[in-house]
């Protein structure tokens, strides 16, 4: 892909702070880190996104973030990480070449999740259900 700007990294024809690479993978810092050590896996084959990415590569990028989210605790010297993928723009997707942040968590970092809203009632949450359900 020729206007991408991880296919780029990966070439060689753009700068990143690796921290580690093989085969099929490459992570590296992101370049605006929500905290020190936010580090992005990536695999070298350009696919957009969850659903369009082989399940073999996927394979190797879930070996490379285990690999990696151990190492950016150990490094980092944190406690806990969030391991995040955004699927689409309206999901803050910014690079459509796949990749995972592996995010060090600090207990003081004032990060919140997002804070839930519970189903309405027992038939609404079925519905739902059902909709997802017909359409796997
Ligand atoms: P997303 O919103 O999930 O597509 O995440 C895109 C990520 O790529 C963000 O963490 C950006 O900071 C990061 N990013 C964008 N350009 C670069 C770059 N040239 N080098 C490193 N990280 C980058
Ligand atoms: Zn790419």
């Given at each position: 892909?020729?206007?991408?700007?991880?296919?780029?990294i990966?070439?060689?024809?753009?700068?990143a702070d690796i921290v580690h690479e093989?085969?099929?993978?490459i992570s590296f810092?992101?370049?605006?880190?929500?905290?020190?050590?936010?580090?992005?896996?990536?695999?070298?084959?350009?696919?957009?996104?969850?659903?369009?990415?082989?399940?073999?590569?996927?394979?190797?990028?879930?070996?490379?973030?285990?690999?990696?989210?151990?190492?950016?605790?150990?490094?980092?010297?944190?406690?806990?990480?969030?391991?995040?993928?955004?699927?689409?723009?309206?999901?803050?997707?910014?690079?459509?070449?796949?990749?995972?942040?592996?995010?060090?968590?600090?207990?003081?970092?004032?990060?919140?999740?997002?804070?839930?809203?519970?189903?309405?009632?027992?038939?609404?949450?079925?519905?739902?259900?059902?909709?997802?359900?017909?359409?796997?």
């Open positions: 892909m020729d206007d991408c700007i991880f296919c780029k990966i070439k060689k024809e753009l700068p093989d085969e099929h993978t810092l992101s370049i605006n880190p929500d905290n020190d050590g936010h580090t992005l896996v990536v695999p070298k084959e350009h696919h957009v996104d969850l659903i369009t990415t082989p399940v073999s590569v996927l394979t190797q990028l879930m070996e490379t973030c285990q690999k990696v989210a151990k190492g950016v605790m150990k490094g980092m010297e944190v406690e806990g990480y969030n391991l995040i993928q955004n699927n689409g723009a309206v999901a803050g997707q910014v690079i459509f070449h796949i990749h995972f942040h592996i995010i060090p968590r600090l207990s003081d970092d004032g990060f919140k999740h997002w804070k839930g809203i519970p189903y309405r009632d027992a038939a609404h949450s079925k519905e739902v259900a059902e909709k997802i359900q017909r359409s796997i």
